[in-house]
């Protein structure tokens, strides 16, 4: 049974920079047509897509909310899948949560396989 475990700091202030890591137990990020997704939900918001990773590495994609400040990325070594968020901002604040499905990039939170239970990450001075 896979398992995902998001790990990170909680506190942070605007522009800073902040690293979630998930965890995969029970499996491999490497195992095929494996995707590894990162969402975030905001208190009142909907969970929203932020960024995902192919399980060969070779597809990412990063929503258009973050790009140019969050980027994703894997360690085969460790199976993890981190999630690296630069100028950090108040409304980045929410729960991030890591996800896999099989076949394809999904950006709405339907059909995945596996959730980790989140993380809660605070952009505030």
């Known amino acids: 049974q896979v398992q995902l475990r998001e790990s990170g700091p909680d506190l942070v202030k605007p522009s800073q920079t902040l690293s979630l890591t998930c965890t995969v137990s029970?499996?491999?990020?490497?195992?095929?047509?494996?995707?590894w997704n990162w969402f975030r939900q905001a208190p009142g918001k909907e969970r929203e897509f932020v960024a995902a990773?192919?399980?060969?590495?070779?597809?990412?994609l990063v929503a258009d909310s973050v790009k140019g400040r969050f980027t994703i990325s894997r360690d085969n070594a460790k199976d993890t899948v981190s999630l690296q968020m630069n100028s950090l901002k108040p409304e980045d604040t929410a729960v991030y949560y890591c996800?896999?499905?099989?076949?394809?990039?999904?950006?709405?939170?339907?059909?995945?396989?596996?959730w980790g239970q989140g993380t809660q990450v605070t952009v505030s001075s």
């Open positions: 996800a896999a499905k099989t076949r394809g990039i999904v950006v709405v939170p339907t059909g995945y396989d596996y």
């Open positions: 029970g499996g491999s990020i490497t195992a095929k047509y494996y995707y």
């Open positions: 990773a192919s399980w060969s590495g070779g597809s990412t």
